[in-house]
């Protein structure tokens, strides 16, 4: 890593560290960690696992009133075969609200990820054949702006907008055809049903609906198109205090072969989450 590299990262992790020294100071950091099993990890689109379930963790840090915050989530694969895919990520961000008490109120953020792959190369090739070469960790940065007041009924619509480029400039080409730009349109629903669980009064299941026109994002040679229609559902069991249990059924139809091969994927994941 460049000294230049070096110096920008020290300098991120100084400014995320004050503010969560803060935070912590006035008692303010809280957060959540999440162990969630994926019957398939679609990622934008993407098959990574090539239809093999995986396991997600999560760990969210909120720096209280600051709007900053950290997540560092991993990724990985129950079967063997895709150690070069195995993934890290490390997310800060910063959140804050535009025209607070307005119709038109919007909630934003922004942030930037770096996504490490710390296996990779294992062994030449890449074993997912959408996904480019192995060898490089990636960068991005994005925008997500949403708007909780605009529709009727509580429904959530939000965009993000999002570029990605490959850490190291000097890696193989086929890891730099992963820069690009993506534009990414979802609407989610809170639907308050009546319980299902005998000491439970009401159930709330969170309904969502997403799409992505990618720019020549991720995938080399990746089509400059809409790439798929995501549907999902998921709702919330208390298991004890600051414990809950998560289902989800998850439809995806890609409208784009370049991205991937299957034109509709079905999956499940069951998280467990705990908060503090």
């Not at 950091?29 to 963790?57: N, P």
């Amino acid at each position: 890593m460049s000294m230049k590299k070096e110096g920008i990262l020290l300098a991120v992790v100084i400014l995320f560290g004050a503010g969560g020294l803060a935070a912590a100071q006035d008692g303010d950091l809280h957060g959540s960690f999440d162990l969630t099993y994926q019957g398939k990890f679609l990622w934008r689109g993407v098959d990574w696992f090539a239809d093999k379930s995986g396991i997600q963790s999560t760990l969210d840090l909120d720096m209280g009133d600051t709007g900053l915050g950290i997540q560092v989530m991993g990724h990985r694969a129950n079967a063997s075969g895709f150690e070069d895919w195995e993934r890290w990520d490390y997310n800060l961000h910063y959140s804050n609200q535009l025209c607070s008490g307005e119709p038109c109120v919007m909630d934003w953020t922004v942030g930037w990820v770096y996504y490490n792959f710390p296996d990779a190369p294992t062994s030449g090739a890449p074993r997912t054949a959408k996904v480019p070469g192995a060898g490089a960790d990636w960068q991005e940065l994005f925008a997500t702006a949403s708007w909780p007041e605009i529709c009727p009924f509580g429904t959530l619509p939000s965009y993000t907008i999002v570029h990605m480029w490959p850490s190291d400039s000097e890696t193989a080409k086929a890891a730099r055809d992963i820069e690009g730009w993506a534009h990414i349109f979802a609407i989610g629903y809170d639907w308050t049903v009546e319980g299902i669980l005998p000491d439970t009064p009401e159930q709330t299941l969170h309904l969502s609906a997403e799409t992505m026109y990618n720019d020549g994002m991720l995938v080399q040679g990746a089509d400059h198109d809409w790439s798929y229609l995501l549907f999902g559902i998921s709702t919330d069991f208390a298991v004890a205090d600051r414990l809950s249990f998560t289902p989800g059924l998850y439809h995806q139809v890609t409208m784009d072969s370049s991205i991937n091969d299957d034109g509709d994927e079905t999956w499940l994941t069951l998280g467990m989450k705990y908060e503090f």
